[in-house]
């Protein structure tokens, strides 16, 4: 069983910056793929970021990729999301999620944090 609590969002100007961090309770964090997903309002949940149980593989998706990094500190049972270059169309709640599989489809991950509000304003 893995818990997870996202942090960190808020309201910020385009070309800004925001760092999410999720805090993760479980002794099994540390062999979990972990992801951020992201939805805004009327639309799907739809993948962003993630990274593999030891750090070594990342996987973005086209529209965030070289803004936004994934990282994980297994020792911290944390995974973070640093968000630069911000955009009006990044606005959404993000979610942390854990998986056993190396995957970024919503249905591949079981466990879910309840979300952290990130507005961009134009």
């Known amino acids: 069983q893995v818990q997870l609590v996202e942090s960190g969002g808020g309201l910020v100007q385009a070309g800004g910056s925001l760092r999410l961090s999720c805090a993760a309770s479980?002794?099994?964090?540390?062999?979990?793929?972990m992801a951020w997903f992201r939805q805004a309002p009327g639309k799907e949940r739809e993948f962003a970021a993630a990274?593999?149980?030891?750090?070594?593989?990342?996987r973005y998706a086209d529209s965030v990729k070289g803004r936004f990094t994934i990282s994980r500190d297994n020792a911290k049972n944390t995974v973070y999301m640093q968000m630069n270059s911000l955009k009006p169309e990044d606005t959404a709640v993000y979610y942390c999620?854990?998986?056993?599989?190396?995957?970024?489809?919503?249905?591949?991950?079981?466990?879910w944090g309840q979300g952290t509000q990130v507005t961009v304003s134009s």
């Open positions: 479980g002794r099994t964090f540390s062999s979990k793929t």
């Open positions: 999620a854990a998986s056993s599989a190396w995957d970024w489809v919503v249905a591949a991950y079981a466990y």
């Open positions: 990274i593999s149980w030891n750090g070594r593989n990342t």
